[in-house]
């Protein structure tokens, strides 16, 4: 959902309770209604729960996601305006070769899924930021978030 959405998030998910548990961790681990990516997918990892499960238990409780970890959405970027708002991006990365490479054998229609960017960053031992940040440098786009946020 969009920033605009915020407070309605709910609305997504028509019809699905509120686990007690998954909803206590979520609260437990947010802050002024937001609630970090890597908190997420550790409140997941802990109660042995699909990411996308998470996700949804936290649109549930209105709760707004933040802190992407390949810096996509929700940080509070510095007063220089080097970053777009709310993104961690670098847009003058320099792709190496091997990332190039990477890159090429998991996109597919120009677009690459959340957890193939996290892959990728793994498999080179780089942060997961500079991954999104060569797919945002070579306009491809990001989708099919874990967490269900885009």
């Not at 206590?24 to 970090?36: F, H, T, V, W």
């Not at 490479?101 to 997961?128: G, P, Y």
Request: proline share 3%; with cysteine.
């Amino acid at each position: 959902m969009t920033h605009e959405d915020a407070g309605h998030y709910a609305k997504k998910h028509q019809g699905i309770e509120i686990d007690k548990t998954i909803g206590e961790k979520l609260k437990n681990n947010s802050k002024d209604k937001k609630i970090s990516c890597p908190a997420m997918h550790l409140v997941a990892t802990e109660l042995s729960v699909t990411p996308e499960k998470t996700g949804i238990q936290a649109d549930l409780l209105e709760l707004r996601l933040n802190h992407c970890q390949l810096g996509l959405f929700g940080w509070d970027n510095s007063p220089s305006g080097k970053l777009p708002p709310g993104k961690l991006i670098d847009k003058t990365i320099q792709i190496s070769d091997s990332l190039e490479k990477e890159l090429q054998t998991a996109v597919i229609d120009n677009r690459i899924t959340c957890i193939k960017a996290w892959d990728v960053a793994k498999k080179l031992k780089m942060k997961r930021v500079d991954v999104a940040s060569a797919c945002e440098k070579r306009g491809i786009k990001i989708k099919k978030c874990q967490l269900g946020a885009f």
